[in-house]
């Protein structure tokens, strides 16, 4: 039997994903996981679980809710299909927090300035 056909690759950019997802709890990570799993795997992914941030250029965040805990974290499409995830953190007020944007548009300007070298 063919495995289920994916719709997007979920990728890792550097160490910035790991460093925020190695500090969660288990079943804050199991979450993280199923989300990711999920946003491969469907062809359109509720804003629930990833949404662009406005007044940015491609910038999304993937959103993980677990109990009263609400966590990001950035990504963006390479190609249309890749989702590079970068860094995270635990969203602890309604606005994300401008300093977390600035973060990951600076992560996403290196990856393509790596790309375009390769």
């Not at 690759?9 to 969660?24: A, E, G, I, P």
């Not at 993980?64 to 249309?80: E, L």
Request: aromatic share 14%; glycine share 2%; charged share 40%.
């Amino acid at each position: 039997m063919n495995p289920p056909k994916k719709f997007r690759k979920v990728v890792r950019y550097k160490d910035y994903f790991d460093q925020f997802f190695v500090k969660q709890r288990i079943k804050v990570k199991q979450k993280i996981i199923w989300t990711l799993e999920l946003i491969e795997d469907i062809e359109v992914v509720p804003e629930k679980y990833l949404k662009h941030l406005t007044n940015t250029d491609g910038l999304y965040e993937v959103k993980v809710k677990f109990g009263t805990d609400n966590f990001r974290i950035f990504c963006f499409f390479d190609q249309d299909k890749l989702v590079v995830l970068m860094n995270g953190f635990q969203k602890k007020t309604q606005k994300t927090p401008k300093t977390e944007i600035e973060k990951a548009l600076k992560i996403k300007d290196e990856y393509e300035k790596e790309r375009k070298q390769s």
